[in-house]
C-alpha cells in the first residue's frame, strides 16, 4: 500500500531554514512542504515550499487548514528549529503501513532528541507503546508537537513527542477507527527555543555539514566523510590525576598510529598538580593542550568540552588512570575507516588490576542488555556524529552516560562498532568506600536510562530475579568477614542494588 507524508512547518520566529533543508534532503522527499508563520518576510522562500503567512491567534486553525489541503494520505508537524534525520520519511510511511493493528492507523509518534542553545542534549523524548488513538482532538496536537517550545523539559513520551496524523482524522467528519502508532526511534534534533534552557559556559559547534546516518544494521556510511581522520583528536578529562597521569600520556605518546594527532587534557577541577603534570609532557605528547573545564564537575562537562575544542574530525576518548596499549587509537581508527560511525574498544584489567581478574568487563559483542554500548574508558567517534546527537549528557553522575550516549546515537540510526584491536589497559576501584561509591551510582543511572529508554524496548529485570538477588545477599552476609574477596564481592553488588532501588524512587519508576 502506498503511503503518501505532506508536512506542516510551524515557524514561530521565521526562522524555518532547518526543518526545510533536512526535509529536502530526505532520501525520499515529502509530497509537499508547507510553512505556517506570523513572521513577515523571512529567510529566502524555496519554490518547492509554500508559505502561510497568519496572526499568532489564527496559527492553530491555519495549521490546521493548511493540513487538510496537504495532498497527501498523513501530515507530520515540524517546528522551524527541528531537524529531520536521514530515513525520517521511510520509517514514518513504513510504520504507517505496519501489520497486524487493529484498524487503520491513524496517528504514529517518534522519538526526538533535544539540543541545548549550547549544543549539548537536553534530553530524550520517546513514545509511549502503539493504542488507539479513538476521537482525540488530533488538530490541536499536531500543532503542538510543532510547536518549537513543545514539550521541553519533559523526558517522557507526551504531548512533546512529534507525531504524523492521518489526514482524514483532522476533518470535522470521518474519523473512522484508528490507531496510534509508535516508532521507538529518534528521527528529530528539535533544538531549544531562545529562552529555553540556560546554555552551559562552552559552546559546542553544530555541524558544518548533514552527518550520513545509517542503520545499525546497515551500510557503512556514504562518501561525504574521508577514507581516514585528517586528524584525531584524543580527549582526556581529569580530575586530580596526577598520580596515574604520567603513565597514560607516556602511553599516548608510544602509539603506533602514524596519522597526525592532538591530545586535549581537560582539567575538571582538579586539586594537585594534574596541570603541572600535564603541561611537562609537552615535550613527549607532540600536540597536546590543556584545557580548563573546572567550573562544573562531571565527565561528561568535561568531555563535551574537549568536543567543542577539538580540531579534529574523529575524536577519541580515554581516562587519566588507564594505559592504552599501543595499538590503540590504530584500532579505533581502523574500525572508523570501515564505516562505523561510533566504536567502542576492549578494556583489559590484567595489567591494571590483576586480583580483581573475576571483574574484567564483558565486551561489546557480549553485552545482553538492551542496544550494546561502548565504555566512556575506551571508545572514539567521528565528531560530526557526536555534535549531531548532542554529545555527552552532561547531568549523568559517576556512570550512565556511555550508555546513554550509545544508545542515543544508535537510536538516531548511527552504526556502533566493536574494536577488539584498541586495547585499554583498565584499572578497577581498589577502596571498598570508592568501590562501593561507584555501584551505587551505577544503580542510580541504570533506573534513570530505563525511565528514558523503556519505550524503546530496554527492558527491566523480572521481579523474581530481583527477589533473588536480594536473598542471595542475605544468605552471603557472613561473606562480608570471611576474606577480603567475598567482602568486595558482596559490597560490589549490594551497593548497585540499592542504587536501583533509590534510583527507582527518583525517577518514578520500578527498576528492581
Given at each position: 500500500?502506498?503511503?503518501?507524508?505532506?508536512?506542516?512547518?510551524?515557524?514561530?520566529?521565521?526562522?524555518?531554514?532547518?526543518?526545510?533543508?533536512?526535509?529536502?534532503?530526505?532520501?525520499?522527499?515529502?509530497?509537499?512542504?508547507?510553512?505556517?508563520?506570523?513572521?513577515?518576510?523571512?529567510?529566502?522562500?524555496?519554490?518547492?515550499?509554500?508559505?502561510?503567512?497568519?496572526?499568532?491567534?489564527?496559527?492553530?486553525?491555519?495549521?490546521?487548514?493548511?493540513?487538510?489541503?496537504?495532498?497527501?494520505d498523513f501530515v507530520?508537524?515540524?517546528?522551524?528549529?527541528?531537524?529531520?534525520?536521514?530515513?525520517?520519511?521511510?520509517?514514518?510511511?513504513?510504520?504507517?503501513?505496519?501489520?497486524?493493528?487493529?484498524?487503520?492507523?491513524?496517528?504514529?509518534?517518534?522519538?526526538?532528541?533535544?539540543?541545548?542553545?549550547?549544543?549539548?542534549?537536553?534530553?530524550?523524548?520517546?513514545?509511549?507503546?502503539?493504542?488507539?488513538?479513538?476521537?482525540?482532538?488530533?488538530?490541536?496536537?499536531?500543532?503542538?508537537?510543532?510547536?518549537?517550545?513543545?514539550?521541553?523539559?519533559?523526558?517522557?513520551?507526551?504531548?512533546?513527542?512529534?507525531?504524523?496524523?492521518?489526514?482524514?482524522?483532522?476533518?470535522?467528519?470521518?474519523?473512522?477507527?484508528?490507531?496510534?502508532?509508535?516508532?521507538?526511534?529518534?528521527?528529530?534534533?528539535?533544538?531549544?527555543?531562545?529562552?529555553?534552557?540556560?546554555?552551559?559556559?562552552?559552546?559546542a559547534p553544530r555541524?558544518?555539514?548533514?552527518?550520513?546516518?545509517?542503520?545499525?544494521?546497515?551500510?557503512?556510511?556514504?562518501?561525504?566523510?574521508?577514507?581516514?581522520?585528517?586528524?584525531?583528536?584524543?580527549v582526556l578529562p581529569?580530575?586530580?590525576?596526577?598520580?596515574?597521569?604520567?603513565?597514560?600520556?607516556?602511553?599516548?605518546?608510544?602509539?603506533?598510529?602514524?596519522?597526525?594527532?592532538?591530545?586535549?587534557?581537560?582539567?575538571?577541577?582538579?586539586?594537585?598538580?594534574?596541570?603541572?603534570?600535564?603541561?611537562?609532557?609537552?615535550?613527549?605528547?607532540?600536540?597536546?593542550?590543556?584545557?580548563?573545564?573546572?567550573?562544573?564537575?562531571?565527565?561528561?562537562?568535561?568531555?563535551?568540552?574537549?568536543?567543542?575544542?577539538?580540531?579534529?574530525?574523529?575524536?577519541?576518548?580515554?581516562?587519566?588512570?588507564?594505559?592504552?596499549?599501543?595499538?590503540?587509537?590504530?584500532?579505533?581508527?581502523?574500525?572508523?575507516?570501515?564505516?562505523?560511525?561510533?566504536?567502542?574498544?576492549?578494556?583489559?584489567?590484567?595489567?591494571?588490576?590483576?586480583?580483581?581478574?573475576?571483574?574484567?568487563?564483558?565486551?561489546?559483542?557480549?553485552?545482553?542488555?538492551?542496544?550494546?554500548?561502548?565504555?566512556?574508558?575506551?571508545?572514539?567517534?567521528?565528531?560530526?556524529?557526536?555534535?549531531?546527537?548532542?554529545?555527552?549528557?552532561?547531568?549523568?553522575?559517576?556512570?550512565?552516560?556511555?550508555?546513554?550516549?550509545?544508545?542515543?546515537?544508535?537510536?538516531?540510526?548511527?552504526?556502533?562498532?566493536?574494536?577488539?584491536?584498541?586495547?585499554?589497559?583498565?584499572?578497577?576501584?581498589?577502596?571498598?568506600?570508592?568501590?562501593?561509591?561507584?555501584?551505587?551510582?551505577?544503580?542510580?543511572?541504570?533506573?534513570?536510562?530505563?525511565?528514558?529508554?523503556?519505550?524503546?524496548?530496554?527492558?527491566?529485570?523480572?521481579?523474581?530475579?530481583?527477589?533473588?538477588?536480594?536473598?542471595?545477599?542475605?544468605?552471603?552476609?557472613?561473606?562480608?568477614?570471611?576474606?577480603?574477596?567475598?567482602?568486595?564481592?558482596?559490597?560490589?553488588?549490594?551497593?548497585?542494588?540499592?542504587?536501583?532501588?533509590?534510583?527507582?524512587?527518583?525517577?518514578?519508576?520500578?527498576?528492581?
Amino acid at each position: 500500500m502506498a503511503v503518501s507524508m505532506g508536512v506542516v512547518v510551524v515557524s514561530p520566529d521565521g526562522e524555518w531554514d532547518a526543518a526545510v533543508g533536512s526535509l529536502l534532503a530526505q532520501r525520499v522527499r515529502p509530497a509537499a512542504i508547507t510553512v505556517v508563520t506570523w513572521v513577515p518576510g523571512g529567510p529566502r522562500r524555496d519554490p518547492r515550499v509554500r508559505v502561510a503567512h497568519c496572526l499568532p491567534s489564527a496559527a492553530a486553525a491555519v495549521c490546521r487548514r493548511e493540513a487538510l489541503r496537504t495532498p497527501a494520505d498523513f501530515v507530520a508537524c515540524l517546528g522551524g528549529r527541528d531537524e529531520a534525520l536521514p530515513g525520517w520519511l521511510e520509517a514514518l510511511v513504513e510504520a504507517c503501513r505496519a501489520p497486524g493493528t487493529t484498524g487503520r492507523v491513524g496517528v504514529v509518534r517518534y522519538g526526538a532528541v533535544r539540543i541545548r542553545p549550547d549544543g549539548v542534549v537536553g534530553g530524550v523524548v520517546l513514545p509511549e507503546p502503539d493504542g488507539p488513538a479513538g476521537g482525540a482532538p488530533w488538530d490541536g496536537a499536531l500543532f503542538a508537537a510543532g510547536r518549537s517550545r513543545a514539550g521541553w523539559g519533559r523526558e517522557d513520551g507526551g504531548d512533546g513527542a512529534p507525531c504524523a496524523v492521518r489526514r482524514d482524522l483532522l476533518a470535522v467528519t470521518g474519523r473512522g477507527p484508528a490507531r496510534c502508532v509508535a516508532v521507538p526511534r529518534l528521527l528529530v534534533r528539535r533544538y531549544a527555543p531562545c529562552g529555553g534552557p540556560a546554555p552551559a559556559a562552552r559552546p559546542a559547534p553544530r555541524p558544518t555539514a548533514r552527518p550520513s546516518a545509517v542503520s545499525p544494521a546497515g551500510p557503512p556510511a556514504s562518501g561525504r566523510r574521508p577514507a581516514r581522520p585528517a586528524l584525531v583528536s584524543v580527549v582526556l578529562p581529569v580530575r586530580d590525576g596526577a598520580p596515574t597521569l604520567p603513565a597514560q600520556l607516556r602511553a599516548l605518546a608510544e602509539q603506533t598510529y602514524t596519522g597526525a594527532v592532538e591530545v586535549l587534557v581537560v582539567d575538571n577541577g582538579s586539586t594537585d598538580r594534574t596541570r603541572e603534570v600535564a603541561s611537562a609532557a609537552r615535550a613527549l605528547v607532540p600536540g597536546l593542550r590543556v584545557l580548563d573545564a573546572g567550573d562544573r564537575p562531571g565527565e561528561g562537562y568535561a568531555r563535551n568540552t574537549g568536543i567543542a575544542a577539538a580540531r579534529g574530525d574523529f575524536v577519541a576518548f580515554c581516562d587519566a588512570d588507564d594505559v592504552a596499549a599501543p595499538g590503540w587509537l590504530a584500532g579505533l581508527v581502523e574500525a572508523a575507516a570501515g564505516g562505523a560511525d561510533l566504536v567502542g574498544g576492549a578494556l583489559d584489567v590484567g595489567l591494571l588490576s590483576p586480583a580483581y581478574a573475576d571483574e574484567q568487563p564483558v565486551p561489546l559483542t557480549e553485552q545482553g542488555d538492551f542496544l550494546p554500548f561502548a565504555r566512556g574508558a575506551n571508545c572514539a567517534a567521528w565528531k560530526d556524529v557526536l555534535v549531531a546527537v548532542g554529545g555527552w549528557d552532561e547531568s549523568y553522575r559517576g556512570g550512565g552516560e556511555d550508555m546513554d550516549l550509545s544508545w542515543r546515537a544508535q537510536l538516531c540510526g548511527f552504526r556502533l562498532v566493536y574494536a577488539p584491536d584498541a586495547l585499554m589497559h583498565y584499572r578497577l576501584r581498589d577502596g571498598l568506600a570508592s568501590l562501593a561509591r561507584q555501584k551505587w551510582n551505577y544503580g542510580l543511572s541504570g533506573a534513570r536510562l530505563y525511565a528514558r529508554y523503556r519505550h524503546a524496548g530496554f527492558e527491566r529485570r523480572r521481579l523474581s530475579v530481583a527477589a533473588v538477588n536480594w536473598l542471595v545477599l542475605l544468605v552471603r552476609l557472613p561473606d562480608l568477614v570471611r576474606s577480603r574477596a567475598l567482602r568486595r564481592r558482596w559490597v560490589r553488588y549490594a551497593a548497585r542494588l540499592a542504587g536501583f532501588l533509590a534510583g527507582s524512587v527518583r525517577q518514578g519508576v520500578l527498576y528492581p
